[in-house]
């Protein structure tokens, strides 16, 4: 389990630092990773590809880890999630990343799932319920 968490938070420092520091050791060679937003990226070159790119584009702030749970080949990790775009718009939310392992301690699977940091309860004031205007955050 050690292990698993070690490779997790290399994979984070990683973005944090914007340098590769074994993304093609990390991942399996056909590892599937899933954003939370909807973007899939196949194969760990694939997915070496889009963090070189993606740190061309903007900077992970944050990145925490909040807690782990572990069985059998899967890990999940509960985090907060903060980047900064070059154009300056900031996304800060929480999320947890579903991973699978191989047998060989590489990640051959990851899916993201965030969670909106505005939230709210829509029944504070009353049993009817009061729902933010405009359109809803995708997480």
Same mark, same amino acid.
């Given at each position: ?13 990683? #973005?944090?630092?914007?340098?590769? /520091?074994?993304?093609?050791? =990390?991942?399996?060679? @056909? ?5 939370? +937003? ?40 509960? #985090?907060?999630?903060?980047?900064? /775009?070059?154009?300056?718009? =900031?996304?800060?939310? @929480? ?5 699978? +392992? ?38």
């Amino acid at each position: 389990m050690e292990q698993r968490e070690n490779t997790v938070r290399l994979w984070f420092d990683m #973005w944090l630092k914007k340098t590769d /520091m074994g993304i093609l050791d =990390v991942f399996a060679r @056909d590892a599937v990773y899933i954003e939370s +937003w909807g973007p899939e990226y196949h194969g760990s070159e694939k997915i070496r590809h889009w963090f070189q790119e993606w740190n061309t584009r903007g900077s992970v702030l944050q990145w925490d880890i909040q807690q782990f749970f572990h069985k059998q080949d899967q890990t999940v990790v509960q #985090w907060h999630f903060r980047d900064r /775009m070059n154009g300056g718009r =900031v996304e800060s939310f @929480d999320g947890m990343s579903l991973v699978r +392992w191989t047998p060989a301690g590489q990640i051959c699977f990851l899916q993201e799932f965030g969670c909106n940091e505005s939230r709210y309860d829509p029944y504070r004031e009353g049993p009817e319920p009061r729902f933010r205007e405009g359109p809803a955050a995708w997480f």
